[in-house]
């Protein structure tokens, strides 16, 4: 999937705006992605391994916050000849239409449907699969365990949740040594002193982390029986919780 340089944070700006999902990021979120965020590739990887593994015949996935569809076309690839059903939501009409074009460029079998919506207003069923892969941390923090119980209500005994987030600490020293160790992750993949200041400032209101602790004890209360962060490099991590 073609993406142009992120240069998005490269000049300074008096005033910089909330980060969007607009039609500026969808043009060069791979190549945000790929600088930003360590092991996005693994994790996606492995979204396509855990698929083969749980994705039922006729069952529905969803993969909330589907940007331009990396998770769901690593999925679609590992579940040919089920007859399930990917439902792939992002309420960024940006993000969708690159999304549509880069699942137009390969053949499947595997029905996936579109849908330009607000995750909190999906309805949930026959699910044995579900992905938050970096989007829960974009909810208003008071939504989420609404969010993960209607995911819950509406999976298959057996079914699995998939969640990637940035996390946040209690311990203020290993919080310093994971965010130094991310800032030096994106020098070394080329962005400025000013681009991650400008884009820190950016995701300042809009993103919010959680600890692990505070996803574990919202999956546990909500009824999930299983759970484990099955990858983690520096403050970013991916989780599953099993039904």
Request: overall charge negative; glycine content about 4%.
């Amino acid at each position: 999937m073609h993406s142009s340089q992120d240069t998005i944070y490269a000049q300074a700006t008096d005033v910089i705006a909330d980060f969007a999902f607009d039609s500026k990021v969808a043009g060069v979120f791979n190549d945000m992605i790929r600088r930003s965020v360590p092991g996005y590739a693994q994790i996606i990887n492995t979204l396509g391994d855990l698929a083969e593994r749980f994705v039922t015949p006729n069952s529905h996935v969803y993969d909330l916050g589907c940007s331009l569809g990396s998770a769901t076309l690593s999925i679609r690839r590992h579940i040919e000849g089920r007859k399930a059903t990917i439902i792939a939501v992002d309420n960024s009409e940006s993000m969708l239409a690159r999304c549509r074009e880069n699942l137009h460029a390969y053949r499947s079998d595997i029905q996936v449907d579109l849908v330009c919506a607000d995750i909190r207003d999906i309805q949930f069923n026959n699910a044995s699969m579900v992905i938050l892969n970096f989007t829960l941390q974009f909810l208003p923090p008071e939504d989420r365990d609404a969010l993960i119980a209607a995911i819950y209500a509406g999976m298959q005994p057996g079914g699995i949740l998939v969640i990637s987030e940035k996390l946040c600490f209690d311990d203020e020293v290993i919080q310093q040594l994971l965010d130094e160790r991310h800032l030096d992750f994106k020098r070394a993949n080329g962005y400025s002193e000013l681009e991650i200041s400008q884009k820190r400032s950016a995701l300042e209101n809009v993103m919010k982390p959680d600890t692990m602790e505070k996803h574990q004890a919202r999956l546990a209360a909500t009824g999930f029986k299983h759970f484990s962060p099955w990858f983690q490099c520096f403050n970013f991590t991916s989780m599953v919780a099993i039904k």
